[in-house]
């Protein structure tokens, strides 16, 4: 099974500001990489695909980057809608597995 | 619009069974693979088991295999999870997901599952 580590678990950062949440998968999933939003008592929603695919209707201040085992989501400028716990799962390999997801918190 | 709504989850005795349901309307059910995912309280995902679309295939998490069941059925648009043999590790929220190439590109709302005696 391959192992996803989300790092860090929880992240502190400002309204306006930059984050970015890294991802490593224990072995090469290639671009086969996807990033999930959960706002805390909702069902999660797809931002992005194919390791940097943004999902439809998603805006463009998610971006993603990565292939092998290091991948990268960044949100450019943080609105207090993104305010929510992130995942990325793998899908080059059954079963296809999830990060542990990194928080994002208001400063 | 398209639409997951899950039913049938509860409070269930260990060793028992339970079998969630997933309706769905808005889109071709029979064109996609389906799966079902959960979240146990406080935790992250877990992908429990995905179907083929047209049911001939499916695949389940080492955690569940042998006691967890997938099925579907086209004409009713809708996917089912019969679950066997409930453990309390079991306790968690199901989703239901639509399945775009191998990603999930829409989930239910979910239904909680809780495993107590």
């Known amino acids: 099974e391959i192992l996803m580590t989300q790092s860090p678990a929880t992240l502190s950062v400002s309204p306006g500001e930059r984050a970015t949440l890294s991802c490593r998968a224990s072995q090469s999933v290639s671009s086969n990489l996807a990033w999930y939003q959960q706002i805390p008592g909702q069902a999660p929603r797809l931002l992005i695909y194919?390791?940097?695919t943004r999902a439809s209707g998603i805006p463009a201040r998610f971006s993603a980057s990565g292939s092998g085992t290091e991948f990268t989501l960044t949100i450019s400028s943080l609105q207090s809608e993104d305010f929510a716990s992130y995942y990325c799962q793998q899908y080059n390999k059954w079963p296809y597995t999830f990060g542990q997801g990194t928080k994002l918190d208001t400063k | 619009q398209d639409r997951l709504v899950e039913s049938g989850g509860g409070l269930v005795k260990p060793g028992g069974s339970l079998k969630l349901s997933c309706a769905t309307s808005g889109f071709t059910f029979s064109d996609y693979y389906m799966s079902w995912i959960r979240q146990a309280p406080g935790k992250g995902l877990e992908w429990v088991s995905h179907?083929?679309?047209?049911?001939?295939?499916?695949f389940y998490a080492d955690s569940v295999k042998g006691r967890i069941t997938i099925s579907r059925d086209n004409a009713k648009k809708s996917l089912y999870l019969q679950m066997n043999s409930l453990r309390v590790d079991d306790t968690a929220v199901y989703y239901c997901?639509?399945?775009?190439?191998?990603?999930?590109?829409?989930w239910g709302q979910g239904t909680l599952v809780t495993v107590s005696s």
């Open positions: 997901a639509r399945v775009h190439g191998q990603w999930l590109g829409f």
């Open positions: 194919g390791a940097s």
């Open positions: 179907i083929t679309s047209d049911g001939s295939m499916a």
